[in-house]
């Protein structure tokens, strides 16, 4: 009889086949993604990586904050005038969290959130304080996927921003022990700090060991290349640095 015939599928490779599983795109109503620059749209990013990690098939709406007409059409769509906005199935889901909470539940298996209560609750905490803090950091150091900066000169004020976001990964990966924030699959806070990466590796942010591989983690994610790749193909002259993106 050959080994392969009857011998138990081994942990890893049933692992590997329950993920793949659990994010296979489901059947059902396709879902709306209103987003904009996959260049400079630091939160199109987050809610479209969602979207993925969910598995919930969906199609890809682009709008440019600066054109007027396209503003209106998003006032329509979202009453915060912001993106990602997710439409599906009826619901209208505008902000980032919110969307997170809408897959996670149209989606349960997919894991957005981790399985166990108290990584849960740490898991909604540091994707909060991102939905809703680090001002400094966003502005001073804007999301731009095109752009490299070496040696860049941080401003004091984004400084105990990225200590904060350090401090974080790496409790996370010393808790639960990588290579994502909350163990071997990747959940809403992965999403969430995603633009975060891009951001020190473009503004040469000095890290410790653990978020430098951790970042790795998050580059080599097959995700990236596909949103780096259709950022790399904008144009070039969207003039957003300076918005809090
Ligand atoms: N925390 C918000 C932030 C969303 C946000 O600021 N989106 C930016 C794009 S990166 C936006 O739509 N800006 C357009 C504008 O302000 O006109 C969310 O969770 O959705």
Not at 47 to 66: H, I, N, Q, R
Not at 80 to 87: A, C, D, K, M, T
Not at 104 to 124: M, Q, Y
């Amino acid at each position: 009889m050959p080994a392969s015939a009857k011998s138990p599928a081994k942990p890893a490779a049933r692992k590997q086949a329950a993920e793949a599983a659990a994010t296979k795109p489901k059947a059902g109503p396709v879902a709306t993604l209103t987003l904009s620059s996959k260049n400079y749209s630091s939160w199109s990013l987050r809610g479209w990586l969602l979207a993925k990690f969910s598995g919930l098939p969906f199609t890809e709406t682009m709008v440019s904050p600066d054109d007027a007409d396209a503003r209106r059409e998003l006032l329509l769509l979202a009453p915060s005038i912001r993106v990602p906005r997710l439409e599906h199935d009826g619901a209208r889901v505008w902000n980032t969290l919110a969307i997170a909470q809408y897959l996670d539940e149209v989606c349960p298996d997919a894991g957005l959130f981790p399985a166990d209560r108290l990584a849960r609750a740490h898991c909604r905490s540091i994707s909060g304080e991102m939905n809703s803090g680090f001002a400094n950091l966003r502005s001073s150091l804007p999301m731009n996927l095109k752009a490299r900066l070496p040696g860049h000169k941080i401003w004091g004020g984004a400084q105990p921003d990225i200590d904060r976001i350090v401090e974080i990964w790496t409790d996370c990966i010393a808790t639960y022990g990588g290579p994502y924030l909350f163990g071997a699959r990747r959940t809403v806070a992965d999403a969430m700090y995603a633009p975060v990466v891009t951001r020190f590796l473009t503004y040469d942010v000095k890290l410790n060991r653990p978020c430098i591989e951790y970042t790795r983690t998050i580059m080599a994610m097959p995700e990236m290349a596909e949103w780096i790749a259709a950022a790399r193909r904008e144009p070039d002259d969207i003039e957003e640095l300076d918005m809090d993106f």
